[in-house]
């Protein structure tokens, strides 16, 4: 499975932007798919997940209320609305997609339940 993310730019604190994720098969509709991001100078850490469904959304605590996780199973692809933007989300954000199993939706913040990973978009949040 390859993941193709999109959407990542320079936007104002305050601003919005919507990433996007594209998977390259229709088996995407087993995968829970999500976001990591890593800052520079941090650890990548866990941002959000969805399940397969599309019913069940995991979030971190420091997005919850301003960033909401989507997808389009038809469509293959995976959104992510981030509004209410700080400098603190300034990171390359990460689709990541993984077989969604009772192990897997038991620990979503974990990188390494994740098999396939996207090239990473760049969000940039300016005072």
């Known amino acids: 499975v390859q993941l193709q993310a999109s959407g990542g730019g320079l936007v104002q604190i305050g601003g919005s932007l919507r990433l996007s994720c594209g998977a390259s098969?229709?088996?995407?509709?087993?995968?829970?798919m999500g976001w990591f991001r890593q800052a520079p100078g941090k650890e990548r850490e866990f941002v959000a997940g969805?399940?397969?469904?599309?019913?069940?959304?995991y979030y971190v605590d420091s997005v919850k209320g301003r960033f909401t996780i989507s997808r389009d199973t038809a469509k293959n692809k995976v959104y992510l609305q981030m509004n209410r933007l700080t400098p603190e989300d300034t990171a390359v954000y990460y689709c990541?997609?993984?077989?969604?199993?009772?192990?897997?939706?038991?620990?979503?913040?974990?990188?390494?339940?994740?098999?396939?990973w996207g090239q990473g978009t760049l969000v940039t949040v300016s005072s």
């Open positions: 990541v997609a993984g077989l969604d199993t009772i192990d897997l939706r038991s620990r979503p913040y974990d990188s390494k339940n994740y098999d396939y």
């Open positions: 098969t229709r088996t995407s509709s087993r995968l829970l």
């Open positions: 969805i399940t397969a469904s599309g019913r069940t959304t």
